[in-house]
Nanobody, 112 residues
C-alpha cells in the first residue's frame, strides 16, 4: 500500500523559513511533486523533482524554495525560505505511476 506522509508545516512570520518532508512508503517513484492549495483557490504545482535530481519550480517560488530528495530514505523535502503571506496554504506531496497518489497535506500559515 502506497503512503505519502507530509510533515513540517506550521505558523511562521513573513520572511521566515520552513522545511517540509514527505515520507514515501510502499513504492519508489521516479518523479515527485509538491503542490499547494490556498483558501478558495485551486491546487497548484509548486515544485517537482526527478529521480536524477532535475527540478522545476513555479515562477512564484523560484529562488525561494528548493525541492530535494533522499532516495535512500525515500523522502522528498521542500525548503521554503523568505516566506510570504501568499505562500499560505495546505501543501501536498504527490507522485504518479498510472495512479495518482497524494498525501493528506500539511498546513503552512505565513503571517504578515
Amino acid at each position: 500500500q502506497v503512503q505519502l506522509v507530509e510533515s513540517g508545516g506550521g505558523l511562521v512570520q513573513a520572511g521566515g523559513s520552513l522545511r517540509l518532508s514527505c515520507a514515501v512508503s510502499g513504492s519508489i517513484f521516479s518523479a515527485m511533486d509538491w503542490y499547494r492549495q490556498a483558501p478558495g483557490k485551486q491546487r497548484e504545482l509548486v515544485a517537482a523533482i526527478t529521480s536524477g535530481g532535475s527540478t522545476n519550480y513555479a515562477d512564484s517560488v523560484k529562488g525561494r524554495f528548493t525541492i530535494s530528495r533522499d532516495n535512500a530514505k525515500n523522502t522528498v523535502y521542500l525548503q521554503m525560505n523568505s516566506l510570504k503571506p501568499e505562500d499560505t496554504g495546505v501543501y501536498y506531496c504527490h507522485a504518479q505511476r498510472i495512479l495518482s497518489y497524494w498525501g493528506k497535506g500539511t498546513l503552512v500559515t505565513v503571517s504578515s
